[in-house]
């Protein structure tokens, strides 16, 4: 490392940088300068780790199709909404907030996908873990 001077003069300015300050003034540098921490971190406390929305927006296409759904459904649902996606996969990124909606019992799984034709859930409503219903 010491050979690659550019290294050393990296290592010297991050040194400089931390000189000095306490954890608390590094982390509001941190939030300044990358953007999104803050928002990800607020997004979380909230129980939405996702901070382009898209938990809240997957919610809401699931409880609006009114009948059995794949993922494939709730793509089409949002992208006629005009949700942006940031992922670029979005069957991929929709997975996430479907499996947290069936671990919580908000959904239910009516029929396993075989081969290449996807899992079929259905909408039980925010409260079913609590067994008030829809």
Do not use: C
């Amino acid at each position: 490392m010491a050979a690659n001077p550019r290294l050393v003069d990296l290592m010297r300015q991050i040194a400089a940088a931390s000189d000095g300050r306490d954890d608390a003034t590094t982390e509001v540098r941190n939030q300044q300068t990358l953007p999104g921490i803050a928002e990800t971190a607020e997004g979380a406390s909230r129980g939405n780790s996702l901070p382009n929305g898209l938990t809240e927006a997957a919610w809401k296409a699931v409880s609006a199709i009114g009948r059995p759904f794949t993922i494939p459904d709730i793509v089409e649902s949002l992208q006629k909404t005009g949700f942006k996606f940031v992922a670029s996969k979005p069957k991929v990124a929709v997975a996430a907030p479907v499996k947290a909606f069936l671990k919580r019992g908000q959904i239910r799984l009516v029929k396993p996908g075989i081969g290449s034709e996807p899992n079929q859930y259905e909408f039980v409503g925010e409260h079913a873990r609590n067994g008030e219903g829809d």
